[in-house]
């Protein structure tokens, strides 16, 4: 079972900060803003990759607790980021779909140097 998973099922201790029936979120580990909290379907889905038609709703609904959160922490007045990281050069490590919700201060993007050199597309 991943590590997600265990969390869905209180095997593991997380930090939880909304849960209903279908999703739950929590205080990532280590967090790279003062406010980042990851919101994951309490069914197992590994990305985005594969999301299907029936899961539609379910998305729809870690966007809208994400929209949610953000105003009980109050970073919706100077904004914050949504993130689905997919696969290896997405950058995605834990193989369970969870959106992050990072905010709290102003966010900066990158890539790495190297791939700035690749023809865009
Ligand atoms: P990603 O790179 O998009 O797969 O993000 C995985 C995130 O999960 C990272 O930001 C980790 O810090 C976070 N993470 C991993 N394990 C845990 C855990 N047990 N509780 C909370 N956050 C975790
Ligand atoms: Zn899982």
């Given at each position: 079972m991943c590590i997600f998973c265990k969390i869905v099922k209180k095997e593991v201790p997380a930090s939880v900060v909304y849960e209903d029936s279908d999703i739950i979120a929590f205080k990532d580990v280590h967090p790279i803003a003062p406010v980042h909290i990851l919101l994951i379907p309490k069914?197992?889905?590994?990305s985005v990759d594969d999301l299907r038609d029936e899961d539609v709703s379910l998305a729809g609904k870690l966007v809208v607790a994400a929209g949610k959160i953000a105003r009980d922490f109050d970073i919706s007045p100077k904004g914050y980021k949504l993130l689905f990281r997919v696969g290896e050069w997405g950058g995605q490590e834990v193989p369970h779909l969870h959106l992050h919700l990072i905010g709290g201060a102003k966010l900066y993007e990158a890539i790495h140097p190297e791939e700035m050199s690749k023809e865009a597309r």
């Open positions: 069914k197992h889905i590994e």
